[in-house]
């Protein structure tokens, strides 16, 4: 597979929880839309929680921005029936990306009996609304991304059944995939051995948070069960000011970004958390190149 002309730039975003919140996202979409990404991802809680509110941002990010949504749909929790109403509203309301999640059940809820269980049933539902939607579409397709791992999945008993079932996303119609966060520029590098000679060939996004938040990493540590650099940890523990902090965690995912770009990433996700200045840090400091900016007659 051929590198990409340009490496695809790509961010994460998720619905405000309240007025305040919403003033501060829309301040973050307006300076990430100025480095022209070519999507932004679109979350929401599990099983559903806030989809309303997703639902709304993704309404406004198409009505009011150049912005790309890709958004999230998780299956656990969801009828079958509800899965597809949700699949068609999206299609309808002018989504053309959605990635594909099994996502984390509430506790105490058992698996829906009508559901779908696995990531991989849900592409395939997605495909099969597509199918419905053939003329609007233009004949075009819905990019379905989904999740990778370049550490263990908390749920895996290791992480060749990680690779089986990325193998399975595709064989059902993924396009490409994101990893969840990761700390160690070698766990990009061998997600990508063990994908590529297991057979998997769609682009694997490395997703990076920043990493300047010393409460944001232990909490991610925690779910993700991925340890985190002790000497990044004592460098940020050690910080004076929020500054220093933020230059150390800034230089740390820049390293992080470069080696897994080194390795031929074909782009880099960015999780923002609803925060620009140090997604913002990030990108300046890695001189990301973008695609020259010209409108469609230009192009064609």
Known sequence: MSPPAYPALSYELYPPRNAAAEDSLWTTIRRLEETRPDFVSVTYGAAGHNRDAAFTLL????????????????????????????????????????LALRGDAPEGDG???????????????????????TAQLAAGRISVGVAAYATRHPDSPNVEQDIEVLLAKEAAG??????QVFF???????LITRARR???????IPGVMPLTSTRRLERLSSLAGVDVDDALWARLEGARTDGE??????????????????????????????????????????QLERPPEAGLAASL
């Open 59 to 98: 309404r406004r990010l198409l009505a009011e921005t150049t912005l790309k949504p890709l958004a999230h749909l998780t299956c656990v929790g969801t009828s079958r029936d509800d899965l597809t109403a949700i699949i068609d509203r999206m299609i309808g309301g002018g989504v053309r990306g959605i």
């Open 111 to 133: 698996p829906d009996p009508d559901g779908v269980e696995h990531a991989d049933g849900l592409i395939r539902l997605i495909r099969d609304v597509e199918a419905g939607r």
């Open 174 to 179: 993924a396009d490409f995939a994101i990893t």
């Open 184 to 190: 160690q520029p070698a766990d990009y590098s061998r």
């Open 198 to 204: 297991a057979g998997v060939t769609i682009p694997i």
């Open 245 to 286: 902090r933020r230059r150390v965690g800034v230089a740390a995912t820049v390293e992080l970004a470069r080696a897994a770009l080194d390795d031929g990433a074909p782009g880099l996700h960015l999780y923002t958390f609803n925060e620009h200045a140090a997604a913002l840090d990030v990108l300046d400091a890695l």
